[in-house]
């Protein structure tokens, strides 16, 4: 059985009404929404609050959850959901992507820290984790949210049509547009460090 | 979830060179959390407020054509009645598997279908409540009086919003995704309702007066559903 399937298991019994199911639910979706919900966002504070408003959001649906379904991309499309209300909400009080603006900037990431690292290196992988986050939170949502699922959470275009509530083509459609849209700001950072970028 | 690469050469190398910008969050809660105290609906208490819902949206419209009668010439043409009725039923089925079906992984039927479920249902209604008519029609052309128009667009409004309120109740936070569409489909199904009472309770074949008063309401449910799947459907 994988984790996949016990967590299947657990969210069968927590929408029967067994209230302990939900620990095992949030130890084993806690880590995958947050990462996501850190990256849509682009910063931990706020994700942290829309992940609790995720499992506030499962918990009062959970009655809905059918036998036999997946736990997995049931509970992206709900966090996606709260972050969609987040960006709403936040257009509304004109602070538009506020929360990246804040200086809450999310920890740059695949770094290597270890005694061994170079501190060059270490320095150009967190100005490009940097520039990244930056650009992703410029994009659409519509693009921002293809893309992460797509690149980073590991879907399938299938699973990330199903989860947006849209059609394979535009999935693909907006995912390449901020795929272009991070290649061309990455491009002249990756000339000046003599690299290219051939991809 | 496995990545589906296969399907996409054009991304397969080329954006895993796009670094991910956050890093893994660590450290989750060492502590077992607790369920929330908020109050919510366990899969029983679903399943018997849908059932409610559906008992109830099946007798409103068989109460509402007691109540109004059946068309003056309802004797004459019961093939033609039976024959519409069933197909508009037909309709009606398929729009709502299309808004409540589980689908693959439990985030519903996709959402092409969905699409199609709410456009097809007033684009097949239309033509063929326009084409099909009952033998010894009386004149087509016109849309009839305002009087009559607003009676059954009334009469549709009557049957299909009483549906949609107590669909929309069943249903309030189920559609983690596609939740516009899927409500759409939802409100095309209580319109297309509101189409069999009036094809059962209306005589007039005049072509203007179907198309807008008996077609009407199943747009408007449509809209409505749209709304009512946006702002209480999503989960």
Redesign the interface.
């Known amino acids: 059985m994988t984790p996949?399937d016990s967590l299947d298991q657990a969210m069968d019994r927590?929408?029967?009404?067994d209230?302990t199911a939900?620990?095992v639910l949030?130890?084993g979706l806690?880590?995958k929404l947050?990462?996501f919900l850190?990256?849509l966002t682009?910063a931990?504070p706020a994700a942290e609050d829309l992940l609790q408003e995720t499992?506030?959001?499962i918990?009062?649906?959970?009655?809905?959850?059918?036998?036999?379904?997946?736990?997995?991309?049931?509970a992206y499309?709900?966090a996606?959901?709260a972050w969609l209300d987040h960006v709403r909400a936040a257009k509304v009080r004109g602070r538009g992507s506020a929360d990246a603006k804040e200086g809450h900037q999310?920890?740059?990431?695949?770094?290597t820290t270890g005694p061994e690292a170079d501190s060059e290196q270490l320095l150009i992988?967190r100005e490009?984790?940097?520039l990244?986050?930056a650009v992703?939170t410029r994009l659409p949502v519509a693009q921002r949210e293809a893309f992460v699922l797509?690149?980073?959470?590991?879907?399938?275009?299938?699973?990330a049509?199903?989860?947006?509530?849209?059609?394979k083509s535009a999935v693909?459609l907006r995912?390449?547009r901020a795929?272009e849209a991070?290649?061309a700001a990455?491009g002249p950072k990756r000339e000046m460090q003599g690299g290219g970028?051939e991809? | 979830m496995k990545p589906d690469r296969k399907a996409d050469p054009a991304f397969d190398t080329a954006w895993l060179d796009i670094p991910d910008p956050v890093r893994h969050p660590i450290g989750t809660r060492a502590t077992a959390v607790a369920a929330p105290r908020a109050p919510s609906l366990d899969r029983r208490q679903v399943h018997r407020r849908r059932l409610t819902a559906l008992t109830l949206s099946v007798v409103w419209p068989i109460v509402i054509v007691a109540v109004w009668g059946l068309r003056h010439d309802a004797g004459d043409i019961f093939g033609f009645l039976a024959g519409q009725s069933a197909l508009w039923m037909a309709l009606l089925v398929v729009s709502a598997a299309a808004s409540v079906a589980r689908g693959r992984r439990g985030l519903g039927a996709p959402i092409a279908a969905i699409e199609l479920a709410v456009i097809g249902a007033p684009a097949v209604f239309l033509p063929l409540a326009l084409v099909w008519l009952p033998e010894g029609a009386g004149d087509f052309a016109g849309i009839g009086t305002l009087k009559q128009l607003g009676a059954c667009v009334g009469l549709g409004l009557l049957v299909l919003l009483p549906m949609l309120a107590v669909s929309t109740w069943a249903l309030r936070r189920a559609f983690p995704s596609g939740a516009i569409w899927r409500g759409g489909a939802l409100g095309a199904a209580c319109g297309l309702a509101g189409a069999i009472v009036l094809t059962l309770h209306c005589g007039i074949t005049i072509g203007g007066h179907i198309a807008l008063a008996h077609g009407g309401p199943i747009v408007l449910a449509a809209l409505f559903g749209t709304l009512a799947g946006s702002k209480l459907g999503r989960a």
């Open positions: 996949e927590y929408a029967q009404g209230e939900f620990s949030y130890a806690e880590l947050r990462s850190t990256r682009g931990p499992f506030m959001r918990h009062r649906a959970r009655g809905g959850f059918e036998p036999g379904a997946a736990v997995v991309p049931w499309a709900i996606r959901n999310a920890p740059p990431a695949e770094v992988a490009t984790a940097s990244v986050e992703l797509l690149r980073y959470e590991g879907m399938s275009v299938v699973e049509a199903e989860v947006l509530g849209s059609t693909k995912a390449f795929y991070l290649r990455l970028d991809a």
